[in-house]
């Protein structure tokens, strides 16, 4: 079955770095869009970063841009989100989303924590 599977959240202080991955199965990775998306207790769950089929086009929220990087392995049909100048207001679930005309999956979320 499908599936998307985030790793590498936990707990960091201001400043520091972590790396999400994203690793998928069940479907043909290399015709879906990849998104990252975060929800922090309180507010909407909002986009923070796409990224193209090819992995040529990239996207990011205002709030990303400069600190996150979005990136893509077809080969092991993974996807990361490198997040480096970490904020305490970072901290959210943060979940992995493959989309394409026709499907949309979700994964369960990773939770990243910045405080001092």
């Known amino acids: 079955q499908v599936q998307l599977v985030e790793s590498g959240g936990g707990w960091v202080q201001p400043g520091g770095s972590l790396k999400l991955s994203c690793e998928a199965s069940g479907f043909t990775f290399s015709t879906y869009y990849m998104s990252w998306y975060r929800q922090a207790p309180g507010k909407e769950r909002e986009l923070v970063a796409s990224i193209g089929i090819s992995g040529g086009i990239t996207n990011y929220a205002d709030s990303a841009k400069g600190r996150f990087t979005v990136s893509r392995d077809s080969g092991n049909n993974m996807v990361y989100l490198q997040m480096n100048s970490l904020k305490v207001e970072d901290t959210a679930v943060y979940y992995c989303?493959?989309?394409?005309?026709?499907?949309?999956?979700w994964g369960q979320g990773t939770q990243v924590t910045v405080s001092s």
């Open positions: 989303k493959a989309h394409n005309p026709w499907n949309a999956y």
